[in-house]
């Protein structure tokens, strides 16, 4: 049985991540900070905050030993905190650049040998459209998603030669907890700047995410592929 680690598998996307891999026979552990959503035989939940560099390494060797080496690594986890760029404090620049890129440096770090050793693996981080094209009031946030972009493409090239492929899944406006402090009128907005007229669904993002993991996607790495309904052409 192939084996997924999601990080931020609780809710969102990363939960549709870890529920579709689990429908399509994966196992499936995940890393969350405040509570465990999916539970089961062949689901594993973790609390592990992404920021933290021992713990990450801690959680990945506790995955390994209930599920085995990771076929699949899907670092998903991410927070966003808005506001204007003066108004930012050394604090909020940590954090977010902590959670969002660090996340992804702590944990492949971790995974990466064991996919070497066996010249096998996927590697998908979810960055954001904002990381391509700025975002005024989100301007950590973007930047913490362009590092995420940087770093997939220096990965992809790095690791090639290993058998492995690094990609990641470029967001648009996606419907989870991440947009709930959105008026009415600002997801009307969002809606009329996408040309497929609609929010994306967690589900978009993970159908992506099941296709670039799969051998069907054999020759795909170092891409950020946009599931955004057109919002950036
Ligand atoms: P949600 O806020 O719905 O979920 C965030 C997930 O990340 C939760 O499972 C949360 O765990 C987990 N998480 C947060 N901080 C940490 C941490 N320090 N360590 C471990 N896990 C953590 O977000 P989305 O599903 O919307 O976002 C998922 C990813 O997609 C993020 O990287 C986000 O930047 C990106 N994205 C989202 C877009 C959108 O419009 N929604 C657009 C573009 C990109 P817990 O439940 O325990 O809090």
Not at 56 to 81: K, M, P, T
Not at 173 to 201: F, H, K, Q, V, W
Request: aromatic share 8%.
């Amino acid at each position: 049985m192939s084996h997924i680690l999601v990080t931020g598998g609780s809710r969102g996307i990363g939960r549709a991540i870890c529920e579709t891999f689990a429908d399509n026979g994966y196992d499936v552990s995940y890393f969350y900070v405040n509570r465990p959503s999916l539970e089961g035989e062949h689901i594993y939940p973790v609390r592990c905050d992404v920021s933290d560099h021992d713990a990450v390494a801690e959680s990945v060797d506790s995955v390994i030993s209930r599920f085995g080496d990771i076929d699949v690594l899907v670092s998903n986890s991410g927070i966003s905190i808005s506001g204007l760029a003066t108004d930012y404090s050394p604090r909020d620049y940590r954090r977010v650049m902590d959670v969002n890129f660090g996340g992804l440096f702590n944990v492949t770090n971790r995974v990466i040998p064991g996919m070497v050793h066996r010249k096998h693996g996927v590697i998908i981080a979810i960055s954001s459209m904002w990381g391509q094209t700025g975002a005024s009031y989100e301007s950590l946030y973007a930047a913490s998603k362009g590092a995420v972009d940087a770093y997939v493409r220096s990965l992809a090239k790095e690791l090639a030669p290993s058998g492995i492929r690094v990609n990641a899944v470029s967001p648009g406006c996606i419907d989870t907890d991440m947009m709930a402090d959105y008026s009415d009128e600002d997801r009307s907005e969002l809606i009329d700047e996408t040309p497929l007229a609609r929010l994306g669904t967690p589900q978009d993002v993970a159908d992506a995410v099941y296709y670039l993991a799969s051998d069907r996607a054999s020759f795909i790495t170092g891409q950020i592929i946009g599931v955004n309904g057109g919002f950036l052409i």
